[in-house]
């Protein structure tokens, strides 16, 4: 920048005339409402002794009409030539760290590639880099300093993560609302073709952002894996454990591979299997799981090394237990609930839950859940007994019948009976059920319950109880209710087969078994996920606090996390151990997500086409050379300014007068 | 000439919410060229026996007259979304510098969303949220759920203070479909902890979008002498120089701003910075991009 009249700076001398006249007066504060003082601190003004300038926008505009109409005088000038950064835009570079580019030092490649696009970025220009996976991680903002974007580049690590191209564009688009100038975007992957998003679509970038793709391509596509295991997560007994795991081939020829079973740090088994070519093979491991009682890390692995190794393995966890125990506590001398539960839940479960009629004084320790049937009056000690149960995370299936209604409240939950309804059998005369929220977990995969008929019903207030599904006259049937760290389902019927015949009917046998699993907390847990999964920690905002150690063996959680969060991304490979209030504890494996085994490239054209589609809005940057006079604009700007004083300085003389 | 009408000052004049959001609306979509997305038709699917419980008004009458069978009609309607409205009730939200309050244009921004949502025949649902969650209507796409979220966006005046932990724990809860998510708040917390609180929805295959509604006030303060401001929500009062509102304040903020979006953009959020002196079109328009990207 520079001057063709230099000698009119002097009239900036003129500025001094408005800071005299805007005199300074006495410091004074009136009270306003704001909506939040998150950013303010005290400050009173600066000025000397408690003086402000007044009229600080007259002010600004007499500053701003003097300054301008002197830098118009003096004919400033602009080298274009001197702003090549400017015109520039701003350089992103997205460099790939999922699983696969551990292949083949494919990530080194891919580093070194985006080091030499920074090398050859002009002085002054500015980039930002990111790295993906699943998700996108911003490592920079966007900077010019060389040395940082290099250090950031050489952070970029492997991950056990996939890479989906798709929500990388997603990123790269919202990236690009956030400001107007070209943007150019550098692509270091081994651009999978499962990494693609399932619509071509979902790949497009804004309009003003043009894309470079450096395909990182590896020699070899020959890749075997562990694909899936199938194993029990529970194991009651170690001789009937069968493990089937599938072996997998992308890309290869017809071969013979080993398999090994490794459980608790020891070999198990190994089998030679042939896998077909670029087909799947099942190999059987039967019996002769003998793991210590509780968690088991175990594994089936490939002996021999190919081009990927970090999928060779696929990890589970596998928990060594006795029976669950349900006990069974019914007012009447009945046998029928004991009866249909027990029946039910051995027809669903086999030997996962062992139902025990409970004695005249019930012991709640070592019980997975608790079933009342048609519970009178407990008294209060087994009553309180059973309340510290559930509120260290215990559950309990209330089936409320006639005793309860005679006392007038659900036990333990403490919720109002305001009644309750008879239907004649023999009139067919009946209650259905009109809706129900099928996504819980206890009535996942039992229907809607249409056929079931209820004679008997009572009418439950809910107060703060969730209804989970209400009878055609839109009283609660079944619902749930929270204490501590436990849950109790309440069903406003009986379940001893004279109030309903939903004993008789097949959903209950999927209610019997769902709902024990969610209450007990310890049915069937899923011991194998794909890394980047989201695992449910709590299913409300309790405060107990669960802790979680990640694959490295450190806390994955802070203190107040441990507290609250809700869920936690399991963003390595490994063991995830999660340690629940009273001395539960989870084990789960993270395996990487097989979709990164097959290492085929998408097609060439694909990239072209995703290149050219990216690259149609740059066109409009422009490339202005030479220099260029603004004084016209100044000038323009001093007129606006001195309007602008005139009418503020009308506006401060209306209300002084007033 | 539409552009008018979605004036937030203009539609402040509206005493009627409903007649606001179908002025927001009808006046966008009017402006909108012909688009093949914004249809909607209801195609039959299948007969299937009735059972008790079924709603009578899918009955097939004429059915019954010739064979004295009770049928319902089954339709294909499942492609549309459903979007949640997350909608911030607590105090700083009363706060107004020119006339309309933060808390009305987000309930203009609320209550265009779900008119159309609505119009699409989305399903819509709605929270209202401060330190706790004030009112919940599930999504639906059922006759009378526009007026039942209406009325919950009507009755959300300001009350307490602002709390995302807690209500965001009991929203994971109950979001269990995946759809669209909007959050309407001025986001008075770290961005990072925004960030970490909402991304779970995210995770959970839910598009959310956060529209931060700020006052012009509040992006870039202009006092003429000292002021004493009383926080809204906790009534602290602090004596505020002009100097610092102008320098220091405007510095923070605009860092704020700047985290905020920089924290949405990794967790995958879309963001937008809503200004109570701008018109609503853009919001419109970003839910419908993200919808259309949904089906």
């Known amino acids: 920048m520079g001057f063709l009249a230099p000698i009119f700076l002097t009239g900036l001398g003129l500025l001094a005339l408005p800071l005299w006249l805007h005199l300074l007066k006495r410091h004074r504060s009136t009270p306003q409402k704001f909506s939040s003082l998150m950013f303010f601190e005290r400050s009173t003004s600066a000025s000397v002794k408690q003086r402000q300038l007044d009229y600080i926008l007259l002010l600004l505009l007499r500053l701003a009409l003097l300054a301008l109409a002197v830098f118009a005088f003096t004919r400033p000038y602009v080298l274009s030539a001197l702003l090549p950064a400017e015109k520039a835009g ?118 003003g952002m043009s ?57 198990v088994a190994r089998k030679p299997i042939s896998v077909p070519a670029a087909g799947k ?20 692995a490939l002996l021999e090394s190919d081009a990927l190794d970090s999928d060779n393995a696929f990890l589970f966890a596998v928990n060594r237990a006795d029976p669950e125990r349900i006990l069974l506590l019914d007012s009447t001398s009945s046998n029928a609930s004991y009866l249909y539960v027990n029946t039910a839940l051995a027809a669903a479960t086999g030997t996962l839950f062992k139902v025990e009629r409970s004695g005249p004084a019930p012991s709640f320790t070592g019980v997975s859940a608790v079933v009342l049937s048609n519970p009178g009056a407990l008294n209060p000690a087994a009553e309180e007994s059973l309340r510290s149960y559930i509120r260290s995370g215990g559950g309990a ?13 659900v036990p333990v939950a403490g919720l109002k009976i305001s009644g309750s309804r008879y239907a004649d059998r023999s009139g067919e005369r009946f209650e259905s059920v009109s809706s129900a929220d099928q996504s819980h977990p206890a009535m996942e995969g039992s229907g809607r319950w249409e056929s079931v008929r209820f004679y008997q019903t009572f009418q439950i207030e809910p107060g703060d109880a969730r209804v989970i599904a209400r009878l055609s006259d839109s009283s609660p049937l079944l619902l749930e209710a929270r204490l501590g760290e436990g849950r109790l389902l309440i069903l406003a019927s009986t379940i001893d087969g004279l109030a309903n015949d939903l004993p008789l009917q097949p959903a209950f046998l999927q209610f019997a078994e769902k709902s024990m699993r969610y209450l007990s907390s310890a049915g069937e847990r899923v011991r194998s996920v794909a890394v980047d999964s989201n695992y449910e920690l709590r299913q409300a905002g309790t405060a107990a606090t669960v ?107 209306r209300r002084e007068a007033a | 000439m539409h552009q008018r009408f979605l004036d937030p000052q203009i539609l402040a004049g509206i005493a009627n919410l409903e007649l606001t959001a179908r002025t927001v609306v009808d006046g966008f979509i009017a402006g909108l060229h012909r688009s093949p997305d914004f249809g909607f038709s209801q195609e039959f699917a299948e007969y299937r026996q009735y059972v008790p419980g079924d709603d009578l008004r899918y009955v097939d009458w004429n059915v019954y007259a010739r064979s004295g069978r009770l049928y319902l009609k089954r339709y294909h309607g499942e492609t549309n979304t459903r979007l949640t409205v997350l909608l911030d009730r607590s105090n700083s939200m009363e706060f107004a510098s020119q006339g309309i309050r933060k808390i009305d244009y987000a309930r203009y921004l609320a209550a265009s969303m779900a008119y159309l949502a609505h119009h699409q025949r989305d399903a819509v649902g709605l929270i209202t949220f401060d330190d706790d969650i004030r009112d919940f209507i ?40 995946r759809g669209i998510v909007l959050v309407i708040s001025d986001f008075y917390a770290d961005p990072v902890a925004v960030a970490r609180t909402v991304a779970p929805l995210r995770h959970r295959g839910n598009d959310v979008i956060l529209f931060h509604v700020l006052d012009p006030m509040e992006v870039a303060p202009v006092f003429n002498e000292p002021k004493i401001l009383i926080d809204l929500e906790t009534g602290h009062e602090l004596e505020v120089s002009p100097e610092y509102a102008q320098g ?19 967790a995958g959020l879309t963001y937008l910075l809503a200004e109570t002196n701008k018109p609503l079109d853009r919001a419109l328009r970003e839910y419908l991009s993200i919808r259309q990207g949904r089906l």
């Open chain 1, 90 to 207: 701003l350089t992103i570079i997205a460099i790939d760290e999922s699983a696969s580019m551990g292949a083949e030092n494919k990530l080194e490649r891919a580093r070194n590639g985006a080091i030499g696009v920074i090398d050859s970025l002009p002085a002054g220009a500015r980039a930002r880099i990111l790295a993906f996976g699943a998700s996108t991680h911003l490592l920079t903002d966007a900077i010019s300093e060389k040395d940082q974007l290099k250090a950031a580049i050489r952070s970029v690590k492997v991950t056990a993560s996939r890479s989906s191209l798709g929500d990388l564009a997603a990123s790269l688009r919202n990236i690009g609302r956030s400001t107007a100038e070209a943007k150019t975007v550098h692509l270091f992957s081994d651009l999978q073709r499962s990494s693609m998003p399932a619509a071509f679509n979902e790949l497009r970038l804004d309009s």
């Open chain 1, 211 to 267: 894309l470079t793709v450096h395909p990182i391509e590896g020699r070899q596509k020959e890749n075997w894996t562990v694909e899936s295991v199938n194993a029990p997560a529970r194991l009651l007994d170690a001789s009937t454990a069968r493990i089937e795991a599938v072996l997998a081939g992308y890309h290869t020829p017809a071969a013979t591979r080993t398999a090994v079973l490794r459980a608790a740090g020891r070999e």
């Open chain 1, 281 to 300: 093979a099942t190999v059987v491991f039967e019996g002769g799981l003998n793991i210590p009682y509780g968690f088991a890390q175990c594994e089936v």
């Open chain 1, 397 to 409: 299936l209330i089936a409320v019948g006639p005793a309860a209604a005679a006392a007038g409240r």
């Open chain 1, 547 to 653: 802790d979680v150690i990640a694959p490295s063996g450190q806390r994955a959680l802070s203190v107040s996390e441990a507290a609250a969060a809700r869920s936690i991304l399991l963003d390595d490979k490994g063991f995830w151990t999660i340690r629940r209030a009273g001395g539960r504890a989870e084990m789960l494996a993270a395996n990487i997500d097989r979709r990164e085994s097959d290492l085929e490239a998408m097609p060439a054209e694909s990239a072209e086409l995703w290149q050219g589609a990216a690259g149609s809005g740059a066109a409009a940057v422009e490339s202005d050379r030479g220099t260029r006079q603004f004084w016209p604009w100044l000038l323009a700007l001093a007129i606006i300014a001195g309007l602008a004083e005139t009418w503020v300085a009308a506006k401060h003389l």
């Open chain 2, 138 to 177: 599930p999504p639906s796409s059922r006759q009378g759920q526009w007026m039942k979220v209406l009325h919950a966006i009507d009755r959300a005046e300001p009350g307490h203070r602002t709390d995302f932990a807690k209500p965001f724990l009991q929203f994971q809860e109950v979001l269990r479909s």
């Open chain 2, 248 to 266: 220091p304040y405007r510095r923070k903020i605009d860092s704020h701003l700047a985290a905020m979006k920089s924290e949405a953009e990794a």
